[in-house]
């Protein structure tokens, strides 16, 4: 079964710390690709990293990382120094090679940034 | 920079109601996508095209349909409203390259739709 899982449904963090975001998926398909959304109270769903499942290196957008354990199917997210504005709702999703370009969605963690 | 366009961010209709969606991207991108989102499920994908007059059956297409006439647009239809189908629906888009795996969807900014 192709599956996506984030395990943390709320999170809270003071104002400049990092923070990680768990997401462990389930797939067997040898190729795949992983993404990260973040979604404001306002809505919008708004792409924030990308990582292919044949990278060999963690993918980096600025403060964001992913932490990338192809052995153990994890796919965390890393944002550093946390800003209020950063305080939204985070999906991970992932796509796997042979699934036709749908994507599989987690449930999705709340993170909210403490001033 | 992609812009995926839904016609109304809030809209309000009443059980029986025939209920449209509206969906425009304007990156030309071959792939266009609904999905409803609820609290503690997450996103899930109702119909999904891959092209003109092309559409498949996402995980909850029961009690939808869809119209893909154009490239640019995708239409969401709710035959016959229930209050069930109270969502928030979001349109996505993306494009199919050769290495599909790396393209992301693109999002609308929702439409919250009531029914009562």
């Known amino acids: 079964a192709q599956k996506i899982t984030q395990t943390q449904p709320g999170m809270f963090v003071q104002e400049k710390e990092a923070v990680t975001l768990d997401c462990t998926y389930d797939?067997?398909?040898?190729?795949?690709?992983l993404f990260w959304y973040k979604q404001p109270s306002s809505g919008e769903m708004i792409f924030l990293i990308y990582?292919?499942?044949?990278?060999?290196q963690n993918a980096t957008e600025g403060r964001y990382s992913l932490n990338f354990q192809k052995a153990r199917k994890s796919a965390n997210l890393v944002i550093s120094a946390s800003q209020l504005g950063d305080s939204a709702m985070y999906f991970c999703?992932?796509?796997?090679?042979?699934?036709?370009?749908?994507?599989?969605f987690g449930s999705g963690t709340r993170l909210s940034i403490r001033p | 920079d992609v812009k995926v366009t839904q016609s109304s961010r809030y809209l309000v209709k009443r059980t029986g109601e025939k209920v449209f969606l509206e969906c425009v991207q304007d990156?030309?991108?071959?792939?266009m996508f609904w999905y409803r989102q609820d609290p503690g499920l997450g996103l899930r994908l109702i119909y999904f095209?891959?092209?003109?007059?092309?559409?498949e059956k996402g995980d909850i297409p029961e009690g939808y349909s869809v119209s893909r006439e154009k490239k640019e647009r995708f239409s969401l239809i709710l035959e016959s409203a229930s209050t069930n189908q109270t969502s928030m629906y979001l349109c996505?888009?993306?494009?199919?390259?050769?290495?599909?795996?790396?393209?992301?969807?693109?999002f609308g900014d929702g439409t919250r739709l009531s029914i009562l």
């Open positions: 797939t067997s398909d040898p190729s795949y690709g």
């Open positions: 990582q292919g499942s044949y990278d060999q």
């Open positions: 999703a992932m796509r796997p090679y042979s699934s036709a370009s749908k994507i599989i």
């Open positions: 990156m030309d991108h071959e792939n």
């Open positions: 095209s891959y092209d003109v007059k092309m559409k």
């Open positions: 996505a888009s993306s494009h199919r390259g050769h290495r599909e795996s790396n393209q992301p969807q693109h």
